[in-house]
């Protein structure tokens, strides 16, 4: 089937309204406001679903608490069973779920299904295999005191997840969560919540009723009011950094714990020796990826003052001829924007840059030709004769921009990536192993690619540093943020202690 036929028979299986999945049912919650979702690669309607009211949100707690009583104590092997028929289902529904990714998202389907769909399943089976390696401990400490230490789940977890990777982010916070014996109610992005109902469709062949619960709609009420409920022991968030500061806030209100993965302006440095046509491809993939619309994205490139001329112009050359277009059709590199809204913030960012004195050298404005005049589509976009201190080369643009600056040292680029409030990601390219890791580790960031960019493999933390988050995701130390420590203090003597 070509993805062009996959596309019409994926929208034949949308629904056409879609309801709230709380306690293993589908429900359509307790007013009648609906969202609509929108393919922003042409404007048309995809679907509707349930905007969700304080009512359905507190619908969700209920169950989700009722349902955290027996899974707790559902056996390890057993919780793992589960997670990886998940994973089975995923991988069965793969093309589907890819192509619904790709017409509520905007991103290119072979991205969409051998990207995130792909990782989202190889999470569920990572998170069943950790849970069966992880172990107590215990101590004695004299002859007759003994101490065990092990691991217990919190309880009901609330999670809210962005627009720009919906199936993949309900993946990495539900897989660790449920796998230590929470139960979730997650709550998607009210611009892309298809991939997530849809993979709830699946859920629910699988998962007891109430492991896991689906809330819909708008952030600012449905989302805002999770924050605050008193029946949610832990938050976790991926977002802006400017919301994760009101999640941080609530956390500390209600004294529960939260993990936070916020935004970013990640430096990606090419030095003099670093393999030509990789390190192209490497700045490429780290500002187009997802259309730059990536918290981790390359967007600051530095570039050694040896190679600079050279690389400019063929990274000029190779922006030019990315293959922008309907993200379903063969070929296509880089889909749409998520909607006019950000669309227009990119823009308004390259004015921004040539008020502030940096040349557009390829790219820059809105694509409008043929069928692409429908949808949100941009132009890859380079701006030189930039410097650091700017806000094109600071502020969180979210689009398919990146700011090209020159450096001479290797202690200059370490201080100019350093300059800036976020640090989650970052690339360095280089053939001397030494300078590479010397410049991996002195770049304040959770993550450095060497000569790679955008892994989000499995088994690696991911996180920031800095004003981009608090904690990490993708690795085996996350199902300890989902969990809480109980000691046990155990005395074997049966005489009298003469205490009192």
């Known amino acids: 089937m070509s993805t062009v036929q996959l596309k019409a028979t994926t929208e034949q299986k949308l629904d056409a309204h879609y309801g709230l999945y709380l306690g293993g049912e589908w429900t359509q919650g307790t007013d009648t406001r609906t969202i609509t979702s929108y393919n922003p690669s042409t404007g048309e309607a995809l679907a509707t ?21 027996k899974w707790r104590d559902t056996s390890l092997e057993e919780r793992s069973k589960k997670m990886l028929e998940i994973a089975d289902l995923i991988d069965a529904n793969a093309d589907h779920l890819a192509m619904v990714e790709t017409l509520d998202n905007g991103k290119p389907f072979r991205e969409s299904r051998y990207g995130d769909v792909a990782l989202s399943a190889d999470h569920f089976r990572y998170f069943a295999g950790v849970i069966r390696s992880e172990e107590g401990t215990a101590q004695a400490l004299d002859e007759h005191t003994l101490t065990l230490t092990i691991k217990e789940p919190i309880g009901v977890v609330g999670q809210i997840i962005p627009w720009n990777f919906p199936i993949l982010m309900a993946a990495w916070k539900i897989a660790p969560a449920i796998a230590a014996g929470n139960t979730v109610i997650i709550h998607p992005s009210s611009t892309t919540s298809l991939s997530l109902l849809e993979l ?15 809330i819909t709609g708008r952030g600012a009420d449905s989302g805002d009011y999770m924050l605050h409920h008193e029946g949610i022991h832990k938050l976790a968030f991926t977002g802006s950094t400017d919301v994760g500061y009101t999640v941080a806030r609530a956390a500390a209100e209600r ?19 670093a393999a030509w046509e990789r390190a192209i491809e490497g700045a490429q993939l780290g500002i187009l990826f997802n259309q730059g619309q990536v918290c981790s994205a390359g967007s600051r490139i530095f570039v050694q003052e040896g190679i600079y001329d050279k690389f400019v112009a063929a990274l000029q050359e190779a922006f030019e001829q990315v293959k922008v277009g309907l993200p379903w059709e063969e070929g296509v590199q880089m889909g749409a924007q998520i909607n006019e809204r950000q ?19 390829t790219g820059g404005e809105r694509l409008t030709t043929g069928e692409l005049a429908k949808g949100a589509f941009m132009q890859p976009t380079l701006l030189v004769n930039a410097t650091n201190d700017l806000r094109v080369s600071q502020e ?10 020159k450096f001479k040292t290797e202690d200059e680029v370490i201080a100019l990536a350093n300059d800036s409030e976020y640090g ?8 001397d192993i030494n300078t590479a890791l010397r410049v ?6 959770g993550r450095m ?45 049966e005489e009298k202690e003469g205490m009192y």
């Open 49 to 69: 679903f349930v905007d969700a009211t304080h009512e359905d949100v507190d619908a969700a707690v209920v169950a989700a608490t009722a349902a955290q009583v």
């Open 200 to 214: 709830a469709k699946l859920f629910d062949q699988v998962l007891p009723a109430g492991v896991v619960n689906v």
């Open 255 to 273: 004294l529960v714990p939260a993990t936070l993965e916020l935004g970013g302006k990640s430096a990606n440095i090419f030095f003099d020796d």
């Open 343 to 361: 669309l227009a913030k990119i823009v308004d960012y390259v004015a921004i840059g040539k008020e502030e004195g940096v040349t557009v050298l």
């Open 396 to 405: 969180e643009i979210f689009g398919p921009v990146a700011t090209v600056i």
């Open 424 to 431: 989650l990601g970052g690339g360095v390219w280089s053939r």
């Open 440 to 445: 991996a580790r002195k770049v304040q960031t």
């Open 449 to 493: 690619w060497v000569n790679q960019y955008a892994n989000f493999a499995a088994g690696a933390p991911f996180g920031g540093y800095k004003k981009s988050g608090i904690g990490r995701e993708t690795y085996k130390s996350v199902v300890e943020a989902y969990s809480q420590t109980k000691n046990i203090f155990i005395s074997t003597k």
